[in-house]
C-alpha cells in the first residue's frame, strides 16, 4: 500500500531539533511520506545560541507549494510561517491542495515568550488558518494570543481558551504544555467542540525537548493522514512526543533534541484520557 503524503509549510532548523526536520523525522517514523515548503531559515549563534529568523523570498516560497500541490498531499501542516502574506498563502495552498487534513501549529516564538516571531500575525492566523484547522496546537502561551486571554494558569483557563480557539473556526484543540500547572504530571487539553479530554503522561526530564511542539503536531498530521479520527491522532501524537522528551538528548551546552526514534525503537509512553 502506497504511503500516505504529508506537507509540512515551516521554516528550517539549523539544528535539525525543530522545524521542517523534526517534521520530516516524524513523519518517517509514523510511516507518511514527508515534503516540504520553506518559509524561513533559523540560524542560531554559536556563542550565545540565539535566534535569527530570514524569510525566504515570496516567490520562491511559492514556487515549493506549487510543486508540492502538484504531488497531492493528503494532509498539510503548518509550522513557522513569520508574515501575513505567507501566512494567508499557506491557507490558501491547503484549500488548493485537496488534502483532507489540515493541521495547524500556530507558531508565535522559536524558544520562550523573549523571541516573538511577530505579535502581529496572530490575526492573520484567526483570520487564515484556524477557519480551516482540522486541529491546531497551540501550546500555553500560543493558546493566551489567540484567545485573547493571556497567560492561562489553570485547567479551566485551558477550556475557557479552547472553547474561543474553536469559536474561531478550528474543528479540533489541543493546548500542549499544562505541564505549568502540575511539577509531577505533564497535561495537555483537547477540546472538539463538544467535550473537553485532558491528556496525562508523567511529567520527564525537560531539559532536552528541542522539536517537542513541531514533532506533536506532525506526528498529529501523520496519524491523521494514516485515517485516525482526530482525538485518535492527538492522543497518540503526545505519546509519541513524551517518548521523545523521555529520550532526549544534550546536543551541544545550550540545547538538546527529542529522540524522535523514540516511540519505535525504545518505548511507547502509555497517555491517561479522561474527560473534565
Known amino acids: ?36 515548503a520553506l518559509a524561513a531559515v533559523v540560524t542560531m549563534d554559536p556563542k550565545t545560541w540565539s535566534h535569527d529568523v530570514t524569510p525566504l523570498p515570496f ?46 501549529d500556530p507558531v508565535m516564538v522559536c524558544k520562550g ?6 505579535p502581529g500575525n496572530t490575526d492573520a492566523m484567526i483570520k487564515y488558518l484556524l477557519p480551516k484547522a482540522t486541529v491546531t496546537t497551540p ?3 500560543e493558546a493566551g494570543q489567540l484567545s485573547g486571554l493571556g497567560t492561562l494558569k489553570s485547567i479551566d483557563d485551558m477550556k475557557k481558551a479552547a472553547k474561543i480557539i474553536h469559536d474561531q473556526g478550528a474543528e479540533n484543540v489541543i493546548i500542549k504544555g499544562g505541564k505549568a500547572l502540575d511539577q509531577d504530571k505533564s497535561y495537555d487539553l ?4 463538544d467535550k473537553y479530554y485532558q491528556l496525562t503522561t508523567d511529567m520527564f526530564q525537560q531539559s532536552y525537548n528541542h522539536g517537542a511542539g513541531c514533532t506533536f503536531a506532525a506526528a498529529t498530521t501523520a496519524n491523521l493522514a494514516n485515517g485516525q479520527s ?4 492527538v492522543v497518540n ?18 540545547v538538546g ?11 511507547k509512553i502509555d497517555v491517561d484520557v479522561k474527560e473534565v
Open 1 to 36: 500500500m502506497a504511503l500516505k503524503k504529508v506537507l509540512t509549510i515551516a521554516g528550517s532548523d539549523t539544528s535539525a531539533g525543530a522545524g521542517m526536520q523534526a517534521d520530516l523525522k516524524t513523519f518517517q517514523e509514523l510511516d507518511t511520506y514527508g515534503m516540504v
Open 59 to 104: 516567490d520562491l516560497f511559492n514556487k515549493q507549494l506549487e510543486t508540492a500541490i502538484s504531488i497531492g498531499p493528503d494532509a498539510v501542516k503548518t509550522g513557522m510561517l513569520g508574515s501575513e502574506e505567507i501566512i494567508k498563502r499557506a491557507g490558501e495552498a491547503f484549500t488548493e491542495s485537496g488534502a483532507k487534513y489540515f493541521v495547524v
Open 113 to 118: 515568550e523573549d523571541e516573538v516571531l511577530n
Open 139 to 141: 501550546n500555553l502561551f
Open 190 to 193: 483537547y477540546y472538539d467542540g
Open 230 to 233: 482526530p482525538k485518535d491522532a
Open 237 to 254: 501524537a503526545k505519546a509519541f512526543v513524551a517518548s521523545a522528551i523521555k529520550n532526549g538528548w544534550k546536543m551541544n551546552e545550550f
Open 257 to 267: 533534541p527529542v529522540d524522535h526514534g523514540a516511540y519505535n525503537r525504545i518505548e
